[in-house]
């Protein structure tokens, strides 16, 4: 993979952590430092994202150019398959209102503070599937009965999961965000269209090859829980990809 000219540093600066003592207000600092400092914007062409300073529950970031918002969310440990967010209730209003922000999820390493990966996750591949309610904190919990939630990486399809760092290095910007602008049309989808999109979209990936038949789908009827007038949705959405981005099927 080629890297980029202007690459990112790697390297997380610790000193925005000094006088906290708290591990986890230490990691915020940092990670959020590192963001700051490196982070672009991938929807359009500015090199920069600012922290924002209103304390609004789902958004830290946001580009002065465009208005995109976004949400940084970092782990120690790898990503895998889900990721504790912020409160249930105010992040599925905004999913269900296609005003999800986007999000940048992140994995460091704390013996040598390093960004070892960096994804960026377009807010309209944010779906009701992809948020997992969680149970009500215990009667004997600080916050008794509050509610939050997972994002379910498993639940987004590859198309939507974009990776600034992986283990094959720093993707170029122009990359990224040619892959963002691929599928910006779904934002432009109502609600209830934008979640059978993108889980016929996972569907579509998972098949791994580029040629399938309506037959084949009929092996996620279960999964999907879904109807014959779904599958009719299905050819619909096949003309949009394929009108959207020749080469994808
Ligand atoms: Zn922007």
Same mark, same amino acid.
């Given at each position: 993979m080629?890297?980029?000219?202007?690459?990112?540093?790697?390297?997380?600066?610790?000193h925005?952590?000094? =006088?906290?003592?708290?591990?986890?207000?230490?990691a915020r600092?940092?990670t959020?430092?590192w963001?700051?400092?490196?982070?672009?914007?991938?929807?359009?062409?500015?090199?920069?994202?600012?922290?924002?300073?209103?304390?609004?529950?789902?958004?830290?970031?946001?580009?002065?150019?465009?208005?995109?918002?976004?949400?940084?969310?970092?782990?120690?440990?790898?990503?895998?398959?889900?990721i504790r967010?912020?409160?249930?209730?105010?992040m599925?209003?905004?999913?269900?209102?296609?005003? @999800?922000?986007?999000?940048?999820?992140?994995?460091?390493?704390?013996?040598?503070?390093?960004?070892?990966?960096?994804?960026?996750?377009?807010?309209?591949?944010?779906?009701? @599937?992809?948020?997992?309610?969680?149970?009500?904190?215990?009667?004997?919990?600080?916050?008794?009965?509050?509610? =939050?939630?997972?994002? &379910?990486?498993?639940m987004?399809?590859?198309? =939507?999961?974009l990776?600034?760092? @992986?283990?094959d $290095?720093?993707?170029?910007?122009?990359?990224?965000?040619?892959?963002?602008?691929r599928?910006?049309?779904? $934002?432009?989808?109502?609600?209830?269209?934008?979640g059978?999109?993108?889980d016929?979209?996972?569907c579509?990936?998972?098949?791994?090859?580029?040629?399938?038949?309506?037959?084949?789908m009929?092996?996620?009827?279960?999964?999907?829980?879904?109807?014959?007038?779904?599958y009719?949705?299905?050819?619909?959405?096949l003309?949009?990809?394929?009108?959207?981005?020749?080469? &994808?099927?």
């Amino acid at each position: 993979m080629m890297i980029d000219s202007s690459a990112m540093e790697l390297q997380l600066n610790l000193h925005p952590a000094d =006088g906290y003592k708290s591990p986890s207000q230490r990691a915020r600092r940092i990670t959020e430092a590192w963001f700051a400092q490196n982070a672009y914007c991938p929807v359009c062409p500015s090199e920069n994202l600012s922290p924002t300073r209103d304390n609004t529950r789902v958004v830290d970031f946001v580009c002065s150019d465009c208005g995109a918002e976004f949400q940084l969310k970092s782990k120690s440990n790898p990503l895998g398959r889900k990721i504790r967010d912020a409160a249930y209730q105010p992040m599925i209003e905004r999913v269900n209102a296609n005003q @999800s922000p986007h999000f940048a999820f992140m994995h460091y390493a704390r013996d040598n503070w390093s960004v070892r990966k960096l994804i960026f996750v377009p807010g309209y591949f944010i779906t009701p @599937s992809v948020i997992e309610k969680c149970k009500p904190l215990s009667a004997s919990a600080r916050r008794a009965g509050w509610v =939050g939630c997972n994002i &379910l990486l498993y639940m987004i399809p590859p198309d =939507g999961r974009l990776p600034v760092i @992986s283990c094959d $290095g720093i993707s170029p910007k122009q990359d990224i965000r040619q892959k963002w602008e691929r599928f910006t049309w779904i $934002g432009k989808a109502l609600p209830e269209s934008r979640g059978w999109i993108t889980d016929i979209l996972l569907c579509v990936r998972r098949f791994g090859r580029h040629e399938f038949s309506l037959a084949d789908m009929y092996e996620f009827e279960g999964e999907l829980a879904i109807t014959i007038d779904y599958y009719q949705n299905f050819h619909i959405l096949l003309y949009a990809i394929s009108a959207n981005s020749a080469c &994808l099927l």
